[in-house]
């Protein structure tokens, strides 16, 4: 079999874990398989990088910021490949251009364009394990490029996809997909397995355990994930299209505190200001999650909306002259927003989950800034301080025995 194994920051943080991490690829590989291992930064490397470039420049290019954070997987790459000849097994690390990581320009968040996976397959055919970098690849300047936050997972769904791999397994610091982060919510369950849609939901929604990217990407191309620990020897979590009917119809919590709501107050009540408004924001390159216009009242009414934290400022400097043209009243945003959802297939044709995640939050007197639903998920924004409380009580509404 040809199998993909990814394994993230903490799995292999300092020598010990690369070692136990070694241990498992050589396994692997052992029992007579052909074995392509992703791998990610070490613990922390990639924030304590970002805090070196903030030190020196805090407005740094993208360009500059890629060049420097795709070293902190050059550096693991080669410690695993190290600990791998110590076992006494052929390896070779590859940085992401050599494993044929062609991205578009955006940097610091790259797409991967293609893989030509022709290098990896000479490896292979060699009798090498390969080990390559996560979350980095090249442009068509011959320039390096990284995917964001989190691409690792999506570098390994790339290579499974591009070379019919068998099995894709991302190794992690928990045993799976839980109910919630498990960090957080000691009572949240191990999911067996979970639909692409769901994961994707969940992903996009705050649950890090998978890049939203890879997901998306494994659903494409049919590729089927399993998340499970580097630790622990135990079953994980299945990623699959489709997954056996069970009682559990909500498959989890998510918290999101990465929001920014913006607003603006006393826009003209007129056809066309809301289309000016989001394309404005749309040539920003800003995506937009939770959209509410209040009712029109004395001719005017007000928009609201959410975007990431980072992209705060930025969506109201694309909007000032635009509101100001209009005589909007008030531009502003603010951060101190959470966003919490509850996940499953089985919501929309079963009735009362809304309510049973507002009844959660009503017994805890957390008040709902904005209601927003579809058909596998419903999200509430509510204040940040209570977001802890609130993951808690909506995960015991649907969880709690
Ligand atoms: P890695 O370094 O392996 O990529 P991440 O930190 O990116 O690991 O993702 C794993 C973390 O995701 C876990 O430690 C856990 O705290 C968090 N997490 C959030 N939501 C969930 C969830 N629903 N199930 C499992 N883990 C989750
Ligand atoms: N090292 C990168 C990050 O921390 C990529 C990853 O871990 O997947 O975001
Ligand atoms: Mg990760």
Known sequence: MLIVQKFGGSSVADAERVFRVANRIVDTYRQGNEVVVVVSAQGDTTDDLIDKANEINPNASKREMDMLLSAG??????????????????????????????????????????????????????????????????????????????????????????????????????????????????????????????????????????????????????????VLSSIVHAPGTKVKETVKMEKMLVKGVAKDLDIARVMIVGLPDEPGVAFKVFSRVAKAHVNVDLIIQSVGRDGTKDITFTVKKSDAQKTVDALQEYCDHLGAKKLYFETDVAKISVVGAGLETHEGFAARMFEALSDKNINIQTISTSEIKVSVLIDDADADVATAAVHDAFFGE
Do not use: H
């Not at 052929?90 to 992401?96: A, E, F, K, R, Y």
């Not at 997901?215 to 089927?224: C, G, P, T």
């Open 73 to 226: 997987e050059q550096i693991s790459i080669a410690l695993l490949a190290m600990a791998i000849e110590k076992l006494g097994c052929p390896v070779v690390s590859l940085l992401g251009w050599q494993a044929g990581f062609l991205t578009n320009s955006t940097y610091s968040a790259a797409r991967i364009k293609t893989v030509n996976s022709e290098r990896i397959r000479a490896e292979l055919d060699r009798k090498k394990i390969v080990i390559v970098a996560g979350f980095q690849g090249i442009n068509k300047y011959d320039d390096i490029t990284t995917l964001g936050r989190g691409g690792s997972d999506t570098s390994a769904v790339a290579i499974a996809a591009s070379m019919r791999a068998d099995l894709c397994q991302i190794y992690t610091d928990v045993e799976g997909v839980y109910t919630a982060d498990p960090r957080k919510i000691p009572s949240a369950k191990k999911l067996e397995e979970i639909t692409y849609d769901e994961m994707l939901e969940l992903a996009t929604l705050g649950a890090q355990v998978l890049n939203n990217r890879s997901v998306e990407m494994a659903k494409k191309y049919s590729i089927e994930l399993e």
